[in-house]
């Protein structure tokens, strides 16, 4: 009676699920701050993806940490980049699964900013070249989607441009457009070493304090050209997710991130919460806010528990 009368309902197809991938062999090297996370090596990603596809998860969206880092994360827009090598691989492996990639500049940076740094600054503008020559690469290495998160001012247009004049116009574009100066980074960017060695990223990552704002970003990245909008972290910003659910039509994603899920597994390990009932609980809740797609590094095991 319950499932007849259910208004949320939370599948597998839902889901997208978060890969790291590293440079080397043989390499599934969990995670400390992210229990039952991983860094992948590019040769045992086809088992992975494999696995993720088998459990009904449409998609995956891919982080790379780099061989090395420069001022301008040069192993980013590398046609043998790690994220490169990796679309290839999985794409081979799994060709109908969806492969977003994470269009930024922190992991590959030596300043672990999101994008190009002079006298302590982020120069906006001249990032945006930048990120448009990530997104082609991605884009000729097979990407589907991808997916900008530096929160750069006119990125969106910047990439839906070089995308299209290269001939990629079916690559679609998701963007991270609300996305929060949030502390609940901070187990992403240790597994990524992608922590700022300066400062801080309020400068161009939003105010938690402002939901009317978001509205605004969304807005404008839409009429740039964004195919689906994000909203980064889910948890503690259900009511943004709402809003722009309410004030748009287009695909809405929301991104639970990883000190979400630290602090779920966290508190699982000590016996204090169901594991388990929780997750559902709270990707329930993402879903029931409004977001059509979320990306969780609980995909795995929530497409596993929604199956029995």
Not at 12 to 25: E, K
Not at 93 to 113: K, N, R, S
Not at 190 to 211: L, V
Not at 249 to 277: C, N, T
Request: charge should be negative.
């Amino acid at each position: 009676m319950r499932r007849l009368v259910r208004e949320t309902r939370l599948s597998a197809g839902d889901l997208i699920h978060p890969l790291l991938v590293v440079h080397g062999q043989g390499i599934r090297e969990e995670i400390d701050s992210m229990p039952g996370s991983y860094h992948w090596s590019l040769d045992l990603l086809p088992a992975e993806a494999e696995e993720v596809a088998r459990l009904g998860i449409p998609g995956v969206i891919l982080f790379g940490i780099p061989a090395a880092k420069d001022a301008i994360g040069s192993e980013n827009f590398d046609d043998h980049g790690i994220v490169q090598e990796a679309i290839r691989t999985i794409k081979k492996a799994v060709p109908e699964l969806v492969v977003i990639t994470d269009v930024c500049m922190c992991q590959y940076t030596d300043h672990g900013h999101c994008g190009i740094v002079e006298d302590g600054r982020v120069l906006n503008d001249e990032t945006l070249e930048v990120l448009a020559r990530v997104a082609v690469s991605h884009a000729a290495a097979g990407a589907d989607v991808v997916a900008p998160s530096g929160m750069m001012d006119g990125q969106v247009a910047a990439i839906r441009s070089a995308l299209d004049a290269t001939g990629f116009n079916q690559v679609a574009i998701l963007s991270y457009a609300a996305k929060y100066a949030s502390a609940f980074y901070g187990p992403f960017r240790e597994a990524a070493e992608s922590t700022p060695q300066f400062g801080d990223r309020q400068g161009y990552q939003m105010d938690p304090a402002n939901a009317r704002e978001a509205l605004r970003e969304v807005a404008l990245d839409i009429e740039e050209g964004a195919d689906m909008v994000m909203v980064k972290p889910a948890l503690a910003y259900l009511d943004v997710i709402r809003q722009v659910r309410e004030a748009f039509d287009h695909p809405l994603a929301a991104f639970s991130v990883s000190g979400e899920y630290a602090m779920v597994k966290a508190a699982a390990q000590r016996g204090w919460i169901d594991e388990k009932r929780v997750t559902l609980e709270l990707l329930t809740a993402i879903k029931r806010a409004g977001a059509d797609t979320i990306l969780t590094y609980f995909a795995k095991d929530a497409a596993r528990w929604l199956s029995e």
